[in-house]
């Protein structure tokens, strides 16, 4: 059968872990050709800097080659179906990866494909990021269960509920901060330890790590203004990461808007991590399609 990475709950703890753990083998010793000849159908909604470029270097580091589809070239622009879609890839590609808007549609794309379908961020999840970053947090930390881990902003949106997700298996504390309307869905929390407050100083208190992530996410923009003016009591600055742990580190899984969900002097600062974390996009999707795609 074969084996997509849909959402996080898609992999157990173990095997979570376990890609971690590849994933940190593979940074050590990046050029190793595991899928030689293999090719990666890159399918793009939405625009991409890092996932675009970590997956196909990342294919091109495994001996093979990432192919990149944007929306407005392939035919499922002009009405081509998902599955038809997926059912012709399949035919020429040893796996896809996607970046969509709908979290059905990419759920439709993997229920029709011969081959792994790899989820590069929908409306509802982004899991390769959530994989990237707890390896961040444990190559810096040592550790992962009993972290504190405080997400601030848009806790409803796409990271957020990875971290939720990929955070509880882990043993992670994840606790959101963030207004009211933009409080993850409850079955977002299902099986989870995770604590919601819209007291952002109450959030960060005492947390390992502070997370943020942009106020208006791809698809949200005709919300800009409400959202930008709801959020604002929770951007992350020097005087909330204060409330952290001493040592605690900040982490945005970029773009990043300097001034709005975080200030310069944090992004650029000495507990940013920001750029480990796009490396590690790199390591974890090799570990990822390695696992995968051979
Ligand atoms: N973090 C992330 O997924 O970045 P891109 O939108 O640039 O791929
Ligand atoms: N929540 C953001 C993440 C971008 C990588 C978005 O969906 O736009």
Same mark, same amino acid.
């Given at each position: 059968?074969?084996?997509?990475?849909?959402?996080?709950? +898609?992999?157990t703890?173990?095997?979570t872990?376990? @890609? *971690? $753990?590849?994933?940190?083998? /593979?940074?050590?010793?990046?050029?190793?050709?595991?899928?030689?000849?293999?090719?990666?159908?890159?399918?793009?909604?939405?625009?991409?800097?890092?996932?675009?470029?970590?997956?196909?270097?990342?294919?091109?580091?495994?001996?093979?080659?990432?192919?990149?589809?944007?929306?407005?070239?392939?035919?499922?622009?002009?009405?081509?179906?998902?599955?038809?879609?997926?059912?012709?890839?399949?035919?020429?590609?040893?796996?896809?990866?996607?970046?969509?808007?709908?979290?059905?549609?990419?759920?439709?794309?993997?229920?029709?494909?011969e081959?792994?379908?790899?989820?590069?961020?929908?409306?509802?999840?982004?899991?390769?990021?959530?994989?990237?970053?707890?390896m961040?947090?444990?190559?810096?930390?040592?550790?992962?269960?009993?972290?504190?881990?405080?997400?601030?902003? +848009?806790?409803?949106?796409?990271?957020?509920?990875? @971290? *939720? $997700?990929?955070?509880?298996? /882990?043993?992670?504390?994840?606790?959101?901060?963030?207004?009211?309307?933009?409080?993850?869905?409850k079955?977002?929390?299902k099986?989870?330890?995770?604590?919601?407050?819209?007291k952002?100083?109450?959030?960060?208190?005492?947390?390992?790590?502070?997370?943020?992530?942009?106020?208006?996410?791809?698809?949200?923009?005709?919300?800009?203004?409400?959202?930008?003016?709801?959020?604002?009591?929770?951007?992350?600055?020097?005087?909330?990461?204060?409330?952290?742990?001493?040592?605690?580190?900040?982490?945005?899984?970029?773009?990043?808007?300097?001034?709005?969900e975080?200030?310069?002097e944090?992004?650029?600062?000495?507990?940013?991590?920001?750029?480990?974390?796009a490396?590690?996009?790199?390591?974890?999707?090799?570990?990822?399609?390695?696992?995968?795609?051979?």
């Amino acid at each position: 059968m074969v084996r997509h990475f849909l959402s996080d709950d +898609d992999f157990t703890k173990e095997e979570t872990e376990r @890609l *971690i $753990r590849l994933a940190m083998d /593979l940074k050590a010793r990046p050029i190793q050709p595991l899928l030689p000849n293999q090719t990666l159908a890159m399918i793009f909604a939405k625009p991409s800097t890092r996932t675009r470029v970590s997956f196909e270097v990342g294919m091109t580091q495994l001996g093979g080659q990432g192919l990149y589809l944007g929306m407005n070239d392939i035919q499922l622009k002009r009405g081509e179906s998902i599955a038809d879609t997926a059912r012709t890839l399949s035919r020429y590609v040893n796996g896809i990866m996607a970046r969509l808007f709908a979290h059905a549609d990419i759920v439709e794309l993997a229920k029709n494909s011969e081959v792994p379908v790899i989820n590069g961020l929908t409306d509802t999840y982004h899991p390769c990021q959530a994989l990237a970053d707890y390896m961040t947090v444990y190559e810096r930390k040592g550790r992962l269960a009993g972290l504190k881990l405080a997400f601030l902003g +848009d806790g409803g949106n796409n990271v957020a509920n990875s @971290l *939720i $997700r990929c955070g509880a298996k /882990l043993g992670v504390d994840v606790v959101i901060g963030a207004p009211k309307a933009f409080w993850p869905k409850k079955e977002m929390l299902k099986g989870t330890k995770t604590k919601v407050t819209d007291k952002p100083k109450e959030a960060v208190k005492g947390a390992d790590v502070i997370y943020t992530d942009v106020w208006v996410s791809m698809g949200d923009e005709a919300e800009a203004a409400k959202r930008k003016e709801m959020m604002k009591p929770y951007q992350v600055n020097g005087a909330l990461m204060k409330l952290a742990k001493k040592d605690a580190i900040f982490m945005h899984c970029l773009p990043a808007h300097r001034g709005e969900e975080v200030t310069a002097e944090v992004i650029d600062g000495p507990h940013s991590v920001v750029f480990d974390q796009a490396e590690n996009r790199l390591h974890a999707q090799k570990a990822l399609m390695v696992t995968l795609m051979r």
